[in-house]
């Protein structure tokens, strides 16, 4: 993780779940420690969500959570305040990427950024298999979608259009399963989607808002495809650590996403111009691979906030 860390300087690092092998792991603290290290060291904020194996050594999802947003650097919440008391999950979040200090978009939110704990495993016993997005968390994210784009269009300041999104989360939904190497825009698939067996509408419920251009997860360590469908990009983001599976000859990797900012005939930065991405392999060059726009807003000139 060092070497991406120098070579991109990033101004946000994110962990997309299955931060440990639980199942392998005596000590949780000991072991999330050493996985977050590289990130609490740069000193660049760092956010993680859970994935389904985080769980399976000492601690449970909520203490893991108490664990890591106690943390040097992290911007990780164990659940937004003002939905704790109804929201499934832990490691719930939204994070507001504000302009450029000095800027006139200064005190807006130009991109925001939601994180979403996807569970483990299905408590339903009609239901086996992997757990899902549940009902709760998805009206969580729809009321704050709405609460941010009333602010990006009211004073002061008032902007057109909506303010782009993108989430992160471990277990993918259903609507991965539309993409092979073939039909995918980048990257390459080798191994089925560990999806839920029920479809939560979460994919739908993304479509219906918006704002959202494109989601990340984890979980299916060998596939690092990016499909588009119904506007919504769906991004894996390739297996990175070495404590879990992978690929023999298939290079661990990271993905990185990039916002372009608009610059205005002033001089002074806009809004979001486009987003885009790209992978960098854990080989002797760091190599970088599959470069692509994920969203585009506008064709004028652009400077680079990295996230």
């Not at 057109?160 to 991965?176: K, N, R, S, V």
């Not at 298939?250 to 806009?270: C, F, I, M, P, Y």
């Amino acid at each position: 993780m060092w070497r991406v860390i120098t070579a991109e300087k990033p101004d946000l690092i994110v962990f997309t779940g299955d931060n440990i092998f639980g199942s392998d792991v005596k000590d949780a603290v000991k072991s999330m420690n050493a996985a977050f290290a590289p990130a609490i060291a740069s000193k660049i904020p760092w956010v993680a969500v859970l994935g389904n194996h985080d769980q399976e050594s000492t601690l449970t999802r909520q203490e893991l959570m108490n664990y890591i947003v106690k943390l040097p650097n992290t911007l990780s919440q164990v659940n937004p305040p003002e939905a704790a008391h109804y929201m499934d999950g832990f490691g719930n979040c939204n994070l507001k990427i504000h302009g450029v200090p000095k800027s006139s978009l200064q005190d807006k939110s130009l991109l925001n950024l939601y994180f979403l704990d996807s569970g483990d495993y299905s408590s339903v016993q009609s239901l086996k298999g992997y757990d899902w997005i549940k009902t709760s968390q998805q009206f969580w994210y729809d009321q704050t979608s709405k609460r941010l784009q009333r602010e990006y269009s009211e004073e002061p300041n008032p902007q057109q259009g909506t303010a782009p999104g993108l989430a992160y989360f471990h277990i993918p939904f259903p609507e991965f399963d539309n993409f092979d190497t073939k039909s995918a825009t980048t990257g390459v698939r080798q191994e089925d989607t560990g999806s839920a067996t029920t479809n939560s509408g979460f994919f739908t419920t993304l479509v219906a808002r918006g704002d959202v251009k494109s989601v990340f997860v984890g979980h299916d360590h060998v596939n690092d495809f990016c499909g588009e469908l119904k506007g919504l990009n769906l991004c894996y983001g390739g297996g990175f650590g070495y404590h879990a599976y992978g690929k023999a000859g298939w290079q661990r990797r990271a993905r990185v996403v990039v916002a372009d900012l608009n610059k205005k005939g002033t001089g002074s930065w806009g809004d979001v111009k486009s987003i885009r991405t790209w992978k960098r392999l854990d080989d002797e060059h760091l190599s970088v691979i599959d470069d692509q726009v994920l969203w585009n807003s506008s064709p004028s000139g652009s400077g680079v906030c990295r996230l």
